[in-house]
T-cell receptor
């Protein structure tokens, strides 16, 4: 299936641990994103990469480090996890088409719970 | 920071009724998008609007890009139970970065 996929779907871990979430898209898109959705369902962009280059870096603690090994992958590594990091993290991708980079397709999300 | 004010926050309607929700902003956006999120899933794009005044339909859904470029609305006609979910508006100021700003969401419940 052509899609944006994320692993794992659920992640439960202890405070202070380091964890990674992986994202892959096989849509041939050149831009990928990470969003955080809090308990009130508010979606906020965290990072964006275009052709493996960081183009958006919102005010996110430096414990969060995105890594893009190639155009089809954007992984999110989180160090020293805190209780407030508990949320659903969504990966998304889009293509720059005729100057427009707007139609973003989202993955199914990773629910992170920090205990 | 940039914000989109989406209303209503939630709606509980009878099957067959029409639904309307809207988004407003104090800033101009060049693109407006409407997404739907089902429980446990990621947002799915419903309609994309690229020009001020544009009116676009997708089945029973109709959305418009406001003339002032500061608002957009989404209408759902003849609602059915599978319309249940959270609807998000999202605005894009610069197509170069793809930085989407999301509204707070409208939770729709449909009573059969």
């Amino acid at each position: 299936d052509t899609a944006v996929s994320q692993t794992p779907k659920y992640l439960v871990t202890q405070m202070g641990n380091d964890k990674s979430i992986k994202c892959e898209q096989n849509l041939g898109h050149d831009t990928m994103y990470w969003y955080k959705q809090d308990s009130k369902k508010f979606l906020k962009i965290m990072f964006s990469y275009n052709n493996k280059e960081l183009i958006i870096n919102e005010t996110v603690p430096n414990r969060f480090s995105p890594k893009s090994p190639d155009k089809a992958h954007l992984n999110l590594h989180i160090n020293s996890l805190e209780l407030g990091d508990s949320a659903v993290y969504f990966c998304a991708s889009s293509v720059r088409d005729r100057g427009r980079t707007d139609t973003q397709y989202f993955g199914p999300g990773t629910r992170l719970t920090v205990l | 920071g940039q914000q989109l004010n989406q209303s209503p926050q939630s709606m509980f309607i009878q099957e067959g009724e029409d639904v309307s929700m809207n988004c407003t902003s104090s800033s101009i956006f060049n693109t407006w998008l409407w997404y739907k999120q089902d429980p446990g899933e990621g947002p799915v794009l419903l309609i994309a609007l690229y020009k001020a005044g544009e009116l676009t339909s997708n089945g029973r859904l109709t959305a418009q890009f406001g003339i002032t470029r500061k608002d957009s609305f989404l209408n759902i006609s003849a609602s059915i139970p599978s319309d249940v979910g959270i609807y998000f508006c999202a605005g894009l100021r610069s197509s170069n970065t793809g930085k989407l700003i999301f509204g707070q969401g409208t939770t729709l419940q449909v009573k059969p």
